[in-house]
């Protein structure tokens, strides 16, 4: 869960790792971008016995959690509820992860939690969507891309479909649209003075990712079978090629013009293979083509030939290979006049992590002047409201 305070600047991140969270990974992305720009992020961790003594517990697995702080809150006590909403009820934005039903489940339903803060924006991740047939269902993104049609039109021709990671619905399709959905729900409140609920399905989000790829099965660009198109591995000046020392090099010569460069740059002869562009029938002839001269030489010797060029093709970076050369990561966007915070550079390629408790106690301290002992307590490594009613 993750939560933001006044002026958008702090939001409060709850990953997920009990209550039957299935985005345990994709809100704190959707925070992480928050946090990078500025807003002050307080992560709701379970407790711990060591939470809050001089043995600090292990870091969770969340690697996302850089500008983060966190508490430990015990949300199956009645203090541990009622700390929880006293935070809810003085912030700017609630990240739920969970499955349908679970905030409901823990007396934190969020029409509830908004008439007691108006402006509360309640950002509610899900993998499938809250209603319909899968929504009781656990998944993960291959499954959101599966249900979505997108699944179907990636991977090769002689293979099964095969998606990428989990980079298209977990993060882009999850992370980054709740994100998107934050942001406008500010900027919607920044007019009207109101919060309000934001529904975000990554089975939506990758569908919407995928609206070009959906519309191009009607067009020549992608009106053939999976892996037998333009941008899915069946063209062959779009595509990866391995080089003599066994990395790659990656081509995505589409335009005519690109194309004589790739064709120059390999040493062929541009006229006879710019007539068998349109030919689908000639690309397993022009692939193997290519991939016998890409076999010639090492992928530094083809990065000579084309650097500056506008072959469109590119040396496949590794990501050691990127952290040796001491690459730098930097943030997404650029705002020339509210920059974020700067990926610092053992930041870069390293999570530590972060410790459940962690800098919390001094994030309520500067949102609200709460103190240990008045505000809140410590009750078997996790945070409660002092006399807080049986609920």
């Not at 979505?148 to 989990?166: E, K």
């Not at 989000?205 to 069946?234: C, E, I, T």
Request: charged fraction near 20%; include cysteine; charge should be negative.
């Amino acid at each position: 869960m993750a939560l933001m305070t006044k002026q958008s600047r702090a939001a409060i991140d709850w990953p997920g790792e009990n209550h039957r969270a299935e985005t345990s990974t994709i809100a704190p992305f959707a925070s992480l971008l928050l946090a990078d720009y500025g807003a002050s992020v307080l992560r709701i961790d379970r407790p711990h016995p060591s939470a809050y003594s001089s043995f600090s517990p292990p870091p969770t697995t969340d690697l996302l959690t850089r500008h983060k702080s966190s508490i430990a809150v015990n949300l199956k006590s009645p203090g541990g509820v009622a700390l929880l909403k006293s935070i809810l009820y003085n912030v700017d934005v609630l990240l739920d992860p969970f499955r349908p039903g679970v905030l409901e489940s823990l007396s934190l339903s969020p029409d509830h939690l908004l008439e007691s803060n108006p402006r509360l924006i309640v950002a509610r991740l899900t993998g499938f969507r809250r209603h319909g047939p899968y929504s009781s269902m656990a998944g993960h993104d291959i499954n959101y891309l599966a249900v979505s049609g997108i699944l179907s039109q990636l991977g090769r021709a002689d293979g099964l479909p095969y998606p990428p990671a989990n980079i298209l619905a977990d993060f882009a399709g999850g992370g980054l649209m709740c994100a998107f959905g934050i942001l406008l729900a500010l900027f919607e409140r920044a007019k009207s003075g109101k919060g309000q609920i934001v529904e975000n399905s990554m089975v939506d989000g990758v569908s919407y990712l995928g609206s070009m790829m959906r519309y191009a099965r009607k067009s020549p660009l992608w009106d053939h079978p999976r892996g037998q198109n333009f941008l899915d591995g069946g063209c062959p000046w779009y595509d990866v090629y391995e080089c003599k020392d066994g990395r790659y090099m990656a081509v995505g010569a589409l335009e005519p013009q690109f194309f004589r460069k790739l064709v120059d740059g390999l040493g062929l002869d541009p006229e006879k293979l710019l007539a068998r562009q349109e030919n689908r029938a000639s690309w397993p002839d022009v692939r193997e083509l290519f991939r016998q001269r890409f076999r010639e030489r090492t992928r530094r010797e083809w990065e000579d030939v084309f650097d500056s060029s506008d072959a469109c093709c590119t040396p496949v970076m590794g990501q050691q290979e990127l952290e040796d050369a001491d690459y730098e990561q930097k943030l997404p966007v650029h705002l020339t006049g509210s920059p974020g915070l700067p990926i610092q550079a053992q930041e870069a390629w390293v999570s530590t992590g972060l410790i459940p408790g962690a800098g919390g106690v001094e994030t309520l301290n500067e949102w609200f002047g709460w103190n240990h002992g008045r505000d809140f307590k410590i009750v078997e490594g996790g945070l409660v409201k002092p006399h807080a009613s049986k609920l």
